[in-house]
């Protein structure tokens, strides 16, 4: 009886004690986790969640030839894994890029500790600009004048402002007008702003290759969608055909926005620096807007 309750003793303490549980073990859970989380959003968020389901389908396939004993098929599947690693990885270099981009941009100590109470000090470009982009983009939207207005965030967009004529002026919905006025000389490209001044206009952006977007969209769209991919900026699209106000960010285009809509969307890209009263942990992420079917 003795050798049976050490025995038993000697496996509830062998398998079944309780691990020790140190600090240095919530750091690492809660960076693991942390990673796994912006991981799924971003494979949620670009083709690799297509991708992802293609995979599995594969390993369903592999699953079955493994059950059945299929030989050639497993051969097949254990030759190309190493190489269907390196395919994948130039295939997606884009969404790579981006999403390292994308990590190398994050405001982590903004995330964790943010104010509940708080009072604006500082922004990217005043209230007085956004009147200005709003009355501008919808007079134009009136009298259907095709217009490209490239709003400049974090990434710096001085190697398109170079492929455009310099203009260095405070920004007002009569100026903007005035530019993409039919035959004047600086109607055609986009203008690029920074701050509350336009830097240069008539520049050259670089088109989306996403074959999602309508078919019925022109080159116009598919620039201000383009360069929403390759940088955090912000462009609204008024187009020449329909009237309609467009917006594209973070390479999704939201098309046949309103005022208010588009007021919402260039308070949020002012990044309002604020003084900091109370303070909660981990802010969460806010629900993303919906964006009208392209």
Known sequence: MRTVLQNLGSFVEEYMSIPK???TDAIEILIIAFVIYELLVWIKNTRAWMLLKGILILLLFVLIATVFNLST???IADKTFSVGIIALIIVFQP???KALENLGRKKFLNQLFVSEDSKGINEKFSNRTVNELIKASYELAKHKTGAL???ENEINLAEYERT?????AEISNQLLINIF???TPLHDGAVIIRGNRITSATCYLPLSDNMELSKELGTR???GVGVSEVTDSLTIIVSEETGKVSVAEDGKLTRNIDGDMLRSRLEK???KTVENKKFKIWKGRKHNEKDIDQ
Do not use: C, K
């Open 164 to 168: 455009g004529i310099d203009i260095d």
């Open 221 to 223: 769209h598919r620039a």
């Open 149 to 151: 207005i490239v709003i």
């Open 73 to 75: 098929i497993l051969w």
């Open 269 to 271: 890209l002012q990044n």
């Open 21 to 23: 549980f140190s600090v």
């Open 95 to 97: 969404e790579f890029r």
């Open 181 to 183: 006025e039919h035959n």
